[in-house]
Nanobody, 122 residues
Framework: QVQLVESGGGLVQPGGSLRLSCAAS????????MGWYRQAPGKEREFVAT???????NYSDSVKGRFTISRDNGKNMVYLQMNSLKPEDTAVYYC????????????????WGQGTQVTVSS
């Protein structure tokens, strides 16, 4: 069993910054892809950013140049540095990790955190 816990959300003004963190614990041999997703009220959950174990990143067009995803494999953590925040960034942010529980790692299981609220408002 794997648990993911996000932290760092809150209320910020437009143009401000937040740093989100997500820590994984439990039965973990290796974590492959890590990512951040968000869901605004009345909208479907959407992709924000992903990072491979080797550090290759991918971003949605809406956050490219403003957000930075990073990871610490030793700590089983993923981070999202959010700069130049806009009101349209307001959403619940979820972290996701692809976890294998054994050394073969032929199959991974996806785990989601509980979400952390980010509100960007004057």
């Amino acid at each position: 069993q794997v648990q993911l816990v996000e932290s760092g959300g809150g209320l910020v003004q437009p143009g401000g910054s937040l740093r989100l963190s997500c820590a994984a614990s439990g039965r973990i041999f290796r974590i492959d892809a890590m990512g951040w997703y968000r869901q605004a009220p009345g909208k479907e959950r959407e992709f924000v950013a992903t990072i491979t174990r080797g550090g290759t990143t991918n971003y949605s067009d809406s956050v490219k140049g403003r957000f930075t995803i990073s990871r610490d494999n030793g700590k089983n953590m993923v981070y999202l540095q959010m700069n130049s925040l806009k009101p349209e960034d307001t959403a619940v942010y979820y972290c996701k990790m692809e976890v294998c529980s054994g050394p073969l790692c032929l199959d991974t299981n996806a785990y989601w955190g509980q979400g952390t609220q980010v509100t960007v408002s004057s």
